[in-house]
């Protein structure tokens, strides 16, 4: 076939076209610059992010919890430079990833100096630097988190911002799913007609709340993140909202569902957002789910290792569910590598191998430089080995799975 690559170039052509592909990013707690100080950046954020956090306690065990959130955000940075990037070489992958967005950036950080390098961010206007990171990352489009529960957002919203393209609304309800009674306060105190019992008419009033969001947001997808101990089908109010409202909705609207699995919440409440752990689920609820629900597209991340390769063969019984990203604490390059093969192994080019779950737009930089550079190496080591029986790729049809797989190709609207 004309315009096959020659086998010892197959690799090659598979990192480059990895390497250049467009990302849409399908999960990220980024905003654009009209939704004001939502959208994080810098280098005291990069610093502050609640991976770093963690990993300071670790270092520092006699800094108390107290001492620590009272400090501003210069200072925090300051601490967590000190004990993660001076008193320690900074090799996790969270050290590493703002060392990678720095130097990407073009700045010099063998010298140490945080305070140059603050002065560099100081020069920096919101929108330039926007389209820098975009460009640098390679990133065209990242997927929000939208909560119109979020007390900071929700006004946000009210005044109908202008929303740069780049940046996709995604209709987060965690706190439907997970705290009926609160949400319910807030649902009546906007004029929903809602009572704690899920009555006939208040679950007509969740799916309108839904459908009025929907409606506002044009999400790509709603989402939410759940306990390890996620049942289905569960007589709970979760359980209740999720079959009448979310997936009723979800069905009329050809909206894909996103669920985030795994998730133990404040372990350790003194970290705050550091604060969550994870636990591995009973992968048969999700089989469960998708058997119940085949109209219903499911987006899938679950955040224990030990339920990848169950997620992998759920995923091969029902073409309604797409697995996605390397989540959180799965965001390492050793799980990513287990990951990715494990996934095209078993599901070839139909999954989504990695998102950044960035929550400062600089981590776009790091999170695609380190996930491009392992997704590319086990994705080039795969088409070798096909290769190796003769079939040999073209370049147009290596660069169109990879779109595929990275692009947004599998996402229903985008
Ligand atoms: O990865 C993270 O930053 C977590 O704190 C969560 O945001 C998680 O990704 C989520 O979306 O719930
Ligand atoms: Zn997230």
């Not at 009555?199 to 993140?225: C, G, V």
């Not at 992968?283 to 469960?288: G, K, P, Q, T, V």
């Not at 759920?314 to 569910?321: D, I, Q």
């Not at 190796?388 to 660069?399: D, K, M, N, S, V």
Request: proline residues 5%.
């Amino acid at each position: 076939m004309a315009g096959q690559i020659a086998r010892e170039k197959v690799a090659q052509t598979v990192r480059e076209a990895m390497n250049t592909a467009p990302i849409l990013d399908i999960h990220t707690h980024l905003y654009p610059p009209s939704f004001g100080g939502l959208l994080l950046w810098g280098v005291d954020e990069l610093l502050t992010y609640h991976y770093l956090i963690a990993e300071l306690f670790r270092a520092k065990p006699e800094t108390t919890y107290d001492k620590f959130w009272k400090l501003g955000k210069t200072k925090q940075a300051d601490m967590i430079w000190d004990a993660l990037f001076i008193a320690n070489s900074p090799v996790s992958e969270a050290c590493r990833g703002v060392l990678t967005s720095l130097s990407r950036l073009g700045i010099d950080v063998s010298g140490r100096d945080l305070g140059r390098i603050r002065k560099w961010f100081a020069a920096q206007t919101v929108e330039g630097y926007v389209d820098k990171v975009f460009e640098l990352s390679g990133v065209s489009a990242v997927v929000m988190t939208n909560n119109p529960f979020d007390d900071e957002e929700k006004p946000v919203w009210d005044a109908k911002p202008k929303i740069d393209k780049r940046f996709i609304p995604a209709l987060r309800i965690d706190n439907l799913l997970n705290d009926w009674p609160g949400a319910q306060k807030k649902l009546a105190a906007w004029g929903y007609k809602v009572e704690t019992a899920l009555t006939k008419q208040t679950l007509e009033e969740i799916r309108r709340f839904l459908n009025e969001w929907a409606d506002r947001m044009k999400p790509a997808y709603m989402a939410a993140s759940l306990p390890p101990s996620f049942a289905y089908p569960e007589d709970s109010s979760r359980g209740i909202i999720l079959d009448e409202c979310v997936l009723a909705v979800a069905k009329q609207r050809g909206l894909p569902v996103g669920l985030m699995i795994g998730v133990k919440k404040l372990v350790n409440p003194d970290l705050r957002l550091a604060g969550d752990s994870l636990g591995k689920m009973d992968i048969s609820a999700l089989e469960r789910l998708c058997l119940s629900n085949p109209r219903v597209r499911f987006l899938i991340t679950l955040l224990s290792r030990e339920n990848q390769h169950e997620l992998c063969i759920v995923a091969r019984k029902f073409a309604n569910l797409t697995p996605f990203g390397c989540w959180w604490f799965l965001n390492n390059p050793s799980i990513i590598r287990e990951m990715t093969a494990e996934r095209i192994e078993t599901l070839g080019l139909s999954c989504i191998p990695q998102h950044s779950d960035a929550r400062v737009l600089d981590q776009l930089i790091y999170k695609w430089t380190h996930s491009r550079a392992v997704v590319g190496d086990v994705l080039a080591q795969k088409y070798e080995d096909m290769a190796a029986t003769g079939w040999l790729p073209t370049r147009a049809e290596i660069e169109r799975d990879v779109r595929k797989i990275v692009g947004g190709g599998l996402l229903n609207r985008y």
